[in-house]
């Protein structure tokens, strides 16, 4: 078996079809040191127990010394998805050393990923790493498992917590909306400070998207009262304020009728008489 991580009675080691837990005695049985990567040629003897959901051993013997080269130690990659799906099946990741990428922490403990959420356990009291919720980070260790808590990670320290750093994002500039007037026919145009956006219009009213026209050139306006609306938006930044145009060339203000009159008696029957509200 190969010899992966040992933090007092916890010791972790592989072989080609699994891993485990060995679990010592607080008065250790087994006192060989090892590295990380030392081949254990004549394995390790104890005995099998299932302790709150998690299989372990524990030692009857002190193990052989390590024999040959040692192996280099590569985390396996996975998903928070395939832990829970593929733990128990044919023990793929238990009391494996895993990598899980790209993963959002809730809180200093619980993270998750694509909807599927985990927890680290600081079970080896070496990692002081301040985690905030919204963190984005790479977390590497063991897979364990237990009743009470779940599915979680005992990283080995502070280096198996790789959080990203925080990319501050700049604004597309609020796009500028001009009508001009041309002996009577409007054309309306819009501007971007910020090189390279690309503009998104609408004319109803509605809050525009990425989905809606992109504005390439001037555009002639009819003469009733319109609401013009246009986004920038721009790969690698944030979205611009939505810029607004009230377009009402006429100059009059449109009103509703029923906003104006009184109409008695109502409802009507053959006759009614109609006159402005005070």
Request: hydrophobic share 40%; aromatic share 10%.
């Amino acid at each position: 078996v190969t010899f992966l991580f040992r933090n007092g009675r916890y010791i972790f080691v592989e072989d080609n079809s699994a891993a485990m837990l060995i679990y010592d005695n607080s008065n250790p049985v087994i006192t060989t040191e090892y590295n990380e990567g030392d081949v254990i040629q004549g394995g390790i003897f104890g005995r099998y127990t299932l302790y709150n959901g998690m299989v372990e051993m524990v030692p009857t013997h002190n193990a052989a010394d390590a024999t040959g080269t040692p192996v280099t130690v590569t985390p396996t990659v996975a998903t928070v998805a395939n832990v829970i799906n593929d733990y128990a099946y044919a023990t793929i990741y238990e009391s494996k050393l895993v990598r899980i990428n790209d993963v959002f922490f809730i809180d200093a403990e619980t993270f998750v990923q694509n909807g599927d959420t985990m927890s680290i356990r600081d079970r080896f009291n070496t990692v002081d790493l301040e985690i905030n919720a919204g963190d984005q980070a790479d977390v590497i260790g063991f897979v364990c498992y237990s009743n009470d808590r779940g599915y979680h990670i005992y990283p080995r320290d502070n280096n198996d917590i790789n959080i990203h750093p925080v990319v501050v994002m700049d604004t597309v500039a609020t796009p500028v909306i001009v009508v001009n007037n041309n002996d009577g026919s409007y054309s309306m145009h819009i501007s971007c400070a910020t090189e390279g956006a690309t503009i998104h219009y609408t004319l109803d009213g509605s809050t525009p998207d990425e989905n809606d026209e992109v504005f390439t050139a001037d555009l002639q306006l009819p003469v009733n009262q319109l609401t013009l609306k246009a986004i920038a938006v721009k790969d690698g930044m944030v979205n611009s304020a939505i810029a607004v145009y009230n377009y009402n060339p006429s100059g009059i203000e449109q009103v509703e009728l029923r906003d104006l009159l009184n109409l008695y008696p109502n409802p009507a029957d053959n006759y009614v008489m109609i006159g402005a509200k005070d």
